[in-house]
């Protein structure tokens, strides 16, 4: 049996941070293949805007606002889209956030607003999601990853960590998703020139458009395998990298960021008790 791909004719694609950067301008990409798609971000973020340059499109782009943080919510955004749209078929958990993790300065809770955007983001719609597309015995899953799942990189203990931590995710679910007809594949891009990479502290090699990597996911979604890296010309190379021994790879990505030459910094100074 073919494992199931989402088509618009058999229901609704659903995109969490979907009002800026990647997440917007997959949904525009994705209502122009004829989705209906149902966006997802905060509250006061602006989906109004999206909305309205998506009229005239093939598809449509309908808002419903939630906190991925917010386990019952979630449960009922997905209920909400499926009375309203139809079923879900495609579920791109795309919403997250870059705290920079200085080892001079680590604070508790930035690891822990991490994970719950990152990581637990994306298990509270996840679980509502796939359990629709376990009785319906097919569905398509997009977790977004990152190369710097491969391995650590200067300041991206937390960002990093739950990037890995959604590879590991996505490698574990699908030998079970696979005999559900449910597809679940994992997008590793590179640096995407969205406002999440205007914090990064670090060289950006490779820096993409976000329309360009957008276009890219989509074709991912169309035809990709499990894994979907991008650009090419960047993730390959840190792919080889990760091969080496790690001592490596850390003394090659320490050049690379010139990381010992910068002095330490200590920006906040968290009490000490």
């Known amino acids: 049996m073919t494992l ?19 997440g917007r301008a997959l949904a525009r990409d994705l209502a122009s293949q004829g989705y209906a798609v149902a966006v997802t ?39 909400a889209i499926e009375k309203e749209l139809g079923p879900i078929v495609l579920a791109i958990f795309n919403a997250g956030n870059y705290i920079s993790t200085p080892g001079e300065n ?32 097919r569905g398509h899953v997009v977790l977004v990853g990152s190369v710097t799942s491969y391995f650590g990189w200067p300041t991206t203990a937390a960002y990093g960590g739950t990037k890995a931590a959604i590879n590991i995710l996505a490698e574990s679910l699908k030998y079970d998703f696979d005999k559900m007809n449910v597809r679940i594949q994992v997008f590793n891009p590179g640096f995407i020139d969205t406002p999440l990479t205007e914090k990064n502290m ?23 395998g499990f894994e979907v890296h991008f650009p090419r010309r960047t993730s ?38």
């Open 4 to 22: 199931y791909r989402a088509n618009p004719k058999h229901g609704v694609a659903w995109i969490t941070g979907g009002s800026s950067g990647i």
């Open 41 to 79: 971000a905060l509250d006061d973020d602006p989906i109004d805007t999206l909305v309205v340059e998506t009229a005239q499109m093939p598809g449509s782009v309908t808002a419903f606002p939630c906190d991925v943080t917010d386990e019952p919510r979630m449960a009922r955004t997905v209920a």
């Open 106 to 137: 680590l604070v508790v809770n930035d690891f822990r607003r991490s994970f719950e955007v990152n990581y637990f983001g994306i298990i509270n719609g996840l679980v509502p999601a796939v359990e629709r597309m376990r009785v319906r015995a």
């Open 202 to 224: 670090l060289p950006m090699p490779g820096l993409m458009p976000v329309s360009r990597a957008s276009r890219r996911m989509a074709r991912g979604i169309k035809s990709g």
């Open 236 to 273: 390959w190379p840190l792919k080889l990298l990760a091969l080496l021994p790690r001592p490596l790879c850390r003394g090659f990505i320490s050049l690379m960021t010139s990381w010992k030459a910068r002095p330490l910094h200590y920006d906040r100074k968290p009490p000490i008790e």
